[in-house]
């Protein structure tokens, strides 16, 4: 017999709070300062207090959102709405891929009163951005929606329209590979969206529903090791070096090399033969990735990091 699930309860993260965090930094550099100056000192304590009030607001106007066996519950300070599961339309993500909205969808009777705890834009409640949400948030509440509320999970792109749901993981099938100025990953063979890249120092690829698919760490200054883990978090090994990076396992592992020939990187296997090719000078930003088909694993994944490193 199955045993469903306790109730999911979501709300700020960690990163909603880095800039009354940077605040206190800020004040404690004041402070430094202040072993030399009386005005450096009640500076950084009034930077200190304006940072501590910041964040003590931010917690108290906080969004909670629970979803349970019952329905959806939405508390903010002491106002609290609780919609039952058959109100809910949808549950779902508003784009930009880099930064998504968590909106949910309900009936008309039901958006008349969370209007209390949230804005209402017609029938659509925009709850809270990914970037002040704690990791794991999306396939957790995924899970949860499809659970208690049993409602569709709905993603909206730009202009408002439906996004379906990408069929696996077409970056990983994808041999031809165009990385626009955009940061966005397209099949060559058909235009079709493989994934876009948010971040900068840490690149996570996420596919049209924004979910994770590739995660690359980019080296700290001075270091020369790009780190690519896999969507669960496993490394799955490194580049070594910026503009003809090698590739490594896990373990370390040599399984590849690259050499510049003119406009392309040519990345070749220790089996002497080529696995893939990037192709930088093509205007406007883009670059052309191209892998073999009979490229082993994991390299054929550590290629898909190669754009980003030789372009950083």
Not at 158 to 169: F, I, L, Q, R, S
Not at 211 to 239: H, M, S
Request: aromatic share 6%; with cysteine; hydrophobic share 45%.
């Amino acid at each position: 017999m199955s045993v469903a699930s306790p109730e999911l309860r979501i709300t700020l993260g960690r990163r909603a709070y880095r800039w009354p965090f940077r605040a206190c930094l800020a004040a404690l550099a004041l402070g430094v300062l202040g072993l030399l100056s009386d005005v450096a000192v009640y500076g950084g304590v009034l930077v200190a207090l304006a940072a501590a009030a910041w964040a003590f607001v931010i917690h108290r106007t906080r969004l909670v959102v629970t979803i349970g066996r019952k329905g959806l519950v939405l508390r903010r300070g002491a106002r609290e709405v609780s919609v039952p599961a058959g109100s809910v339309c949808a549950m779902g993500i508003v784009w930009p891929v880099t930064d998504p909205v968590w909106t949910v969808w309900f009936d008309a009777e039901a958006a008349a009163c969370v209007g209390a705890v949230v804005d209402i834009d017609d029938d659509a409640a925009p709850l809270l951005r990914d970037r002040s949400l704690p990791p794991g948030w999306l396939p957790a509440a995924r899970t949860a929606v499809a659970e208690h509320l049993g409602a569709p999970w709905r993603v909206l792109d730009d202009a408002g329209k439906e996004v379906e749901p990408p069929p696996g993981n077409p970056l990983a099938r994808a041999d031809h590979v165009l990385l626009d100025g955009t940061g966005r990953f397209h099949d060559q063979r058909g235009g079709a969206l493989l994934a876009v890249s948010c971040g900068r120092r840490t690149v996570v690829l996420r596919d049209r529903h924004a979910g994770r698919l590739l995660v690359v760490k980019r080296p700290a200054l001075g270091r020369r090791v790009t780190r690519v883990f896999g969507a669960d978090g496993a490394l799955l090994g490194t580049l070594r070096g910026r503009d003809e990076p090698s590739f490594h396992a896990r373990g370390g592992t040599f399984l590849g090399a690259t050499r510049r020939v003119g406009d392309r990187h040519v990345v070749t296997g220790v089996d002497g033969r080529e696995s893939a090719s990037l192709r930088t000078a093509t205007g406007e930003g883009d670059a052309r990735l191209e892998r073999s088909p009979s490229t082993p694993e994991p390299l054929r994944t550590l290629t898909l990091a190669l754009p980003l490193v030789v372009r950083s």
